[in-house]
């Protein structure tokens, strides 16, 4: 309620004058700083499509009973064909088969009553009305109801008890029961993967998995060797690379001039001398300094409260720690004056009216991705210098500086000076990004780097902040996916720049990965930043951006479809990378299932508007 009041409050000072209404949380009409994010064009598409997903809780594995359903999934197959292959005339006619029968049903019914316990134990985890919303349960738990009635009046019944109607069922009921092994089969696979239902393979995964296959039906080494350099080049997105025939000093020449790693000589060389030393002492407070040093590597650190105190050059000083525990000052010849020069310019460029993309957020992501570096190991993984250390850090802060509070959707719809100047090209992201780099010339940060470092420095950084941009997310996922497919994927060497690309925008899209006390204040400041724009398209008579119209969105649904569409798939695809990554993942779902729970709160909330 407190975290709800303090927004309400800076939502005042934002809203000035435009005349909102602000009302609280949980009161008869909506809220205008919560909601939903929903655009017009899906209103038909998006409950539906959420709502699917929302029934699928159930196949929310739970590893341990995964692996005993899977074995008993196994014994009931075998024992339904002993069934199937003795008659009762040949029980009649053996007593050792009689005895045997006698026993398979015994085994077949505590199978049936192990069905039982998965199916109430799955159902007390998501709900009684969750896990029977979908048909199939209520089907398996038909047949395994009426399986075990049978078996038992089979056990209790014998000689001619049963009619022939009765032995035709118990025949159909067998068969059912076969039927309910596949459907249990079924369900262990999509519980082991889920989250798959929204991965979007791309075409070029596709291509990769088909070339590969091919290569497994040949022996000749020639086509084999042709077939794994396809794969290597789609893997590597170089297909579009010019492949020279002939003399090609003059052709490289013009092809690739512009790109062209020049020889940098020592005249074009930033001074390196030996008497260039500057200290890693940065001076933080001696409070601040010891809260980081408790808190720095937690998720759940509650950081909001150090803002109050410290305002913008919070960040100058999480950056600074930063910089003196890996030594980046003086392993890079770095000023600690002109550090602070800059972070105090970056800091001071974040507009503290943004709900959301202010300098909170910076400190959060920057937050976020030396977690990757340190308890993800990333460190190590990516075999980071001093320099790569930097890039990482300095990029995370700078990532959105100077954003306006709206979407480059509407920068591109309301012809802003930022869309004109880039061309619709992720104009905010680009916007960043030069922002950096002038505050670093303005105050002499990279003054004593090498060309080389700088221009490496520039391209890392660069490409980084654009990843940031969320219309490039399916691109860039799949890009990430096919390096991963490939046989020569190396996040130290050839691949650390688009694993870089991937941690800050894993920071970036990262609140569904903190415990709720922090997403649930993250939410709220989102969707009123994306609600405030909706009520200026609303009022310039444009439409609606997705995710920005307060009148239709379920605060709940909106975060549940942003997990399942972006963060569960992309994060359980990072783990890749970053294996100790797996064991916080499990936050994500959890936090998803809280949402859950809100849906008809919030639903009501809309619907009293």
């Given amino acids: 309620m407190a975290e709800e009041q303090n927004l309400k409050e800076d939502s005042k000072k934002n809203i000035g004058q435009m005349g909102i209404k602000v009302v609280p949380r949980g009161s008869k009409e909506i809220s205008n700083i919560l909601g939903d994010r929903r655009s017009s064009h899906n209103v038909d598409g998006f409950d539906r499509v959420v709502g699917d997903e929302i029934t699928d809780q159930k196949q929310v594995g739970i590893p341990l009973i995964?692996?005993?359903?899977?074995?008993?999934?196994?014994?009931?197959?075998?024992?339904?064909?002993?069934?199937?292959?003795?008659?009762?005339?040949?029980?009649?006619?053996?007593?050792?088969?009689?005895?045997t029968l006698f026993i398979t049903k015994i085994i077949e019914l505590v199978?049936?009553?192990?069905?039982?316990?998965?199916i109430s134990i799955r159902f007390i985890s998501v709900g009684f009305i969750t896990y029977f919303s979908d048909l199939w349960s209520v089907f398996d738990a038909l047949?395994?109801?009426?399986?075990?009635?049978?078996?038992?009046?089979?056990?209790?019944?014998?000689?001619?008890?049963?009619?022939?109607?009765?032995?035709?069922?118990?025949?159909?009921?067998?068969?059912?029961?076969?039927?309910?092994?596949?459907?249990?089969?079924?369900?262990?696979?999509?519980?082991?993967?889920?989250?798959?239902?929204?991965?979007?393979?791309?075409?070029?995964?596709?291509?990769?998995?088909?070339?590969?296959?091919?290569?497994?039906?040949?022996?000749?080494?020639?086509?084999?060797?042709?077939?794994?350099?396809?794969?290597?080049?789609?893997?590597?997105?170089?297909?579009?690379e010019p492949i020279i025939e002939g003399k090609k000093s003059e052709a490289l020449g013009w092809l690739y001039q512009p790109q062209q790693q020049q020889q940098i000589s020592h005249e074009l060389k930033r001074s390196m001398s030996s008497d260039i030393q500057f200290s890693d002492e940065s001076h933080l407070p001696e409070q601040l300094k010891q809260d980081f040093e408790q808190n720095i590597l937690k998720l759940d650190y509650d950081y909001f409260s150090l803002f109050q105190k410290y305002d913008s050059s919070i960040l100058t000083y999480l950056m600074c720690y930063y910089f003196q525990k890996e030594q980046l000052f003086s392993s890079l010849r770095m000023s600690p004056d002109?550090?602070?020069?800059?972070?105090?310019?970056?800091?001071?460029?974040?507009?503290?009216?943004?709900?959301?993309?202010?300098?909170?957020?910076?400190?959060?992501?920057?937050?976020?991705?030396?977690?990757?570096?340190?308890?993800?190991?990333?460190?190590?993984?990516?075999?980071?210098?001093?320099?790569?250390?930097?890039?990482?850090?300095?990029?995370?802060?700078a990532h959105d500086v100077d954003h306006p509070g709206l979407n480059n959707i509407f920068l591109s719809n309301t012809r802003h000076e930022l869309a004109m100047t880039y061309n619709d090209k992720s104009p905010l992201e680009q916007h960043h990004a030069s922002t950096l780099f002038r505050y670093i010339r303005d105050t002499d940060l990279l003054v004593h780097f090498t060309l080389s470092d700088f221009k490496y420095f520039r391209e890392k950084s660069i490409n980084m902040i654009l990843s940031t941009d969320n219309a490039m997310h399916g691109k860039d996922y799949n890009k990430l996916k096919a390096r991963l497919a490939s046989n020569d994927f190396d996040p130290g060497s050839k691949d650390k720049g688009i694993c870089f690309d991937t941690l800050l925008h894993a920071a970036d899209i990262s609140n569904p990965f903190k415990p709720m006390q922090n997403y649930e204040k993250w939410t709220f400041r989102v969707l009123g930043e994306f609600w405030l724009q909706g009520d200026k398209e609303k009022e310039l008579g444009l439409p609606i951006t997705m995710l920005c119209d307060r009148r239709t969105t379920?605060?709940?649904?909106?975060?549940?479809?942003?997990?399942?569409?972006?963060?569960?798939?992309?994060?359980?695809?990072?783990?890749?990378?970053?294996?100790?990554?797996?064991?916080?993942?499990e936050q994500i779902t959890e936090n998803k299932k809280a949402w859950a729970e809100q849906i008809e709160h919030y639903q009501t909330l809309l619907n009293t508007q």
């Fill in 66 to 99: 995964d692996k005993v359903v899977i074995i008993l999934v196994v014994l009931f197959t075998l024992l339904v064909f002993i069934n199937f292959s003795f008659t009762s005339n040949d029980a009649k006619e053996d007593a050792d088969i009689e005895k």
């Fill in 338 to 397: 002109s550090f602070k020069k800059c972070l105090d310019k970056l800091g001071s460029s974040y507009h503290k009216e943004n709900l959301y993309h202010n300098v909170i957020h910076a400190f959060d992501v920057t937050h976020t991705v030396y977690f990757f570096i340190e308890k993800c190991n990333f460190k190590e993984i990516g075999k980071l210098s001093k320099l790569d250390y930097s890039i990482l850090l300095l990029s995370a802060a």
């Fill in 554 to 585: 379920n605060v709940a649904k909106s975060q549940i479809g942003f997990i399942d569409f972006m963060v569960l798939p992309y994060y359980n695809t990072i783990s890749q990378i970053l294996p100790q990554l797996s064991g916080y993942i």
């Fill in 111 to 118: 199978i049936l009553i192990l069905f039982v316990f998965e």
């Fill in 143 to 240: 047949i395994i109801i009426a399986s075990i009635v049978l078996i038992i009046l089979d056990l209790n019944l014998e000689g001619d008890a049963f009619t022939t109607i009765s032995k035709v069922l118990r025949g159909i009921f067998r068969f059912l029961r076969l039927f309910l092994v596949f459907r249990k089969f079924n369900q262990v696979k999509k519980i082991n993967n889920v989250g798959a239902r929204y991965v979007v393979r791309s075409p070029v995964e596709k291509v990769i998995e088909i070339m590969r296959d091919l290569a497994d039906q040949f022996e000749d080494p020639d086509i084999i060797k042709q077939l794994n350099w396809g794969i290597t080049h789609i893997s590597n997105n170089t297909v579009y």
